[in-house]
């Protein structure tokens, strides 16, 4: 295992910044994610309780620890406002593969946050961590989360037949990659 070395300042492009996750984010996080948008597309328990939040963060650490993966909060930059969340996870520090997820809160959804959150991480990821791939995999039906992989330069490589599990269903994923001989000056 590898160190996931941590940004010395939050990432950011002036508009949105990526951070880490802190406890006092605990209340706004519940709050954003009690959301049908959210519970559909992820994970994420539903209804979404403090001790939620609380395991989350645990788990975080856990992970940043281990090399594992790294969590941020996204948030307006001009205000701190909680805008949504995203991590890297690591897949293979052998073979540099790591995976992005994100999520955006419903007030901050169609503003291009997470296009931009994921432009930021990416670079990140691929640039200061050195992973030679990053993947997205988006369930084919959430048309929103193509969007926002493809408005992040990320290509389109094919569907990934019963890959995954959601909300106790079998289903489908679409496999998005970036690697660092796509990075653009964004």
């Known amino acids: 295992m590898l160190d996931l070395p941590s940004p010395a300042e ?64 996204i948030v307006a930059a001009h205000d701190g406002e909680l805008l949504g969340s995203m991590d890297l996870r690591v897949i293979s520090w052998e073979h540099l593969r790591g995976e992005i997820g994100y999520l955006v809160g419903a007030r901050a959804r169609g503003r291009g946050v997470a296009p931009q959150a994921v432009r930021l991480l990416s670079r990140w990821g691929l640039s200061e961590v050195g992973l030679g791939r990053i993947s997205i995999l988006v369930d084919p039906r959430n048309s929103a989360s193509q969007r926002v992989a493809e408005k992040a330069g990320y290509a389109r490589e094919g569907l990934l037949r019963s890959y995954s599990t959601m909300n106790e269903e079998r289903v489908d994923m679409v496999s998005f990659s970036l690697v660092p001989a796509d990075l653009r000056p964004w």
Do not use: C, K
């Open 10 to 73: 939050p990432l950011t492009d002036g508009a949105v910044a990526l951070r880490e996750w802190r406890d006092e984010d605990a209340d706004a996080m519940v709050a954003m994610l009690n959301d049908d948008d959210i519970a559909r597309w992820t994970r994420v328990p539903s209804p979404y309780e403090p001790h939620h939040a609380t395991e989350f963060f645990t788990r975080v650490r856990r992970q940043r620890a281990l090399g594992e993966g790294i969590s941020f909060a």
